[in-house]
């Protein structure tokens, strides 16, 4: 692949392909632990959901006679993202349906990586949330291998019930959530080896999770281990709000706030227990104006 070229006055010798291969590297200690926790069935889907993903991006761009992009990995990205915000037991096609959604309506119909206003793995989380919430909401616990849904820690502290798990549980991942978003250690870790690689807005990440984290946690009473560790917080802020978008530290700063503030009220104020969602998707259509404090040329990284 040739060396990504963004702007005539602005050149990095990282491509697309390398720094989406960091991304997949990143995300291998969650998903090996998702399948310790939940079974098999986690490789299955996340198996599926990247081929779905690839499949529907090479069918487009031959349908319409552009370049293929498929070798760029951007897609096997959002692939396993997808999986990752899912629940064990979802079913295939639910999954299937949320990727070809985000590939071709979300990413490829704005013209590809780079181009999208949203992060088309959440996005696609959103619309069959919407469409099948029945599928989408119901979670086991680890270990389970049927289909009986098992409460979250966050819809445990919305509805005023006791948190039946340990802190050490939260933050290793042993508690009922999405494959990829209970276990906040081996997120981290991934999100370090990108740290390293300099290839995510640290500043952006600390803020984001800071903040949703402490006020939530003071809104519910102190509770803050399920505030912080309960959710998809770490999944969302480590791995989806974390772009190349803003150069300055003054745009990281609004732009992760944005975040923050309407995952705060969405967790607070809304049906849903969770609004990690909704904070990153709302902040991804908000980022133009968010983007005119800083003038500099923009570098787009993981999408």
């Excluded at 820690?153 to 939260?170: I, P």
């Excluded at 009473?221 to 770490?234: D, E, Q, R, W």
């Excluded at 974390?242 to 609004?254: H, I, N, Q, R």
């Amino acid at each position: 692949m040739a060396e990504l070229h963004i702007n005539p006055n602005l050149r990095t010798p990282k491509t697309t392909q390398k720094i989406m291969l960091d991304v997949c590297i990143a995300l291998l200690p969650a998903l090996i632990y998702s399948i310790v926790i939940f079974g098999v069935n986690s490789l299955l889907l996340t198996a599926v959901s990247v081929v779905t993903c690839m499949a529907a991006e090479g069918i487009w761009q031959l349908i319409r006679k552009e370049q293929l992009t498929v070798g760029d990995l951007s897609a096997a990205v959002t692939g396993i993202l997808i999986a990752f915000n899912m629940s064990s037991t979802t079913p295939v096609w639910v999954v299937m349906i949320a990727d070809v959604f985000a590939i071709i309506v979300v990413k490829q119909v704005f013209g590809g990586i780079g181009s999208n206003v949203v992060n088309p793995a959440l996005m696609g989380r959103l619309f069959t949330m919407l469409v099948y919430p029945t599928q989408m909401m119901s979670y086991a616990a680890p270990g389970a291998v049927d289909t009986v849904a098992s409460p979250t820690v966050l819809s445990a502290v919305k509805s005023g019930s006791e948190v039946a798990y340990s802190v050490w549980d939260m933050i290793i991942g042993n508690i009922p959530g999405a494959l990829g978003e209970t276990s906040v250690l081996f997120l981290l870790i991934g999100f370090l080896y990108l740290a390293y690689k300099k290839e995510v807005n640290v500043l952006a990440a600390v803020v984001y999770i800071a903040v949703v984290g402490a006020v939530s946690g003071i809104l519910n009473g102190g509770n803050f281990a399920a505030s912080f560790f309960g959710g998809g917080l770490f999944l969302g802020g480590l791995f989806m709000l974390t772009d190349y978008v803003f150069v300055s530290k003054k745009g990281k700063v609004l732009y992760a706030l944005v975040a923050a503030v309407i995952t705060i009220l969405v967790r607070q104020y809304s049906p849903y227990p969770e609004g990690v969602c909704f904070g990153i998707l709302i902040a991804n259509c908000l980022a133009y104006f968010v983007d005119k404090i800083d003038k500099k040329p923009h570098v787009y990284g993981i999408q």
